[in-house]
């Protein structure tokens, strides 16, 4: 899992996410002002994903491989 805060306030540009990783937790990924692309490496259960994993943040792409 990628826990609470874990790359809060980061200068990253893009995140890919490994198939191990199931649950992302809140503002895991707050005021990454950079962040533009998040892909994940397998499919992940969109509930998984809390739904305070960005504040203050501006528009994420996302790519997810279809489900199986």
Do not use: H, W
């Not at 990454?32 to 259960?45: E, G, P, S």
């Amino acid at each position: 899992s990628i826990g609470q805060n874990s790359f809060s306030g980061s200068s990253i540009e893009s995140i890919s996410i490994p198939s191990k990783v199931t649950q992302i937790s809140f503002y895991a990924l707050t005021s990454c002002y950079k962040l533009r692309i998040i892909q994940f490496d397998a499919y992940i259960d969109p509930e998984s994903i809390t739904k305070k994993i960005f504040l203050n943040d501006k528009r994420v792409d996302f790519m997810v491989p279809a489900k199986l």
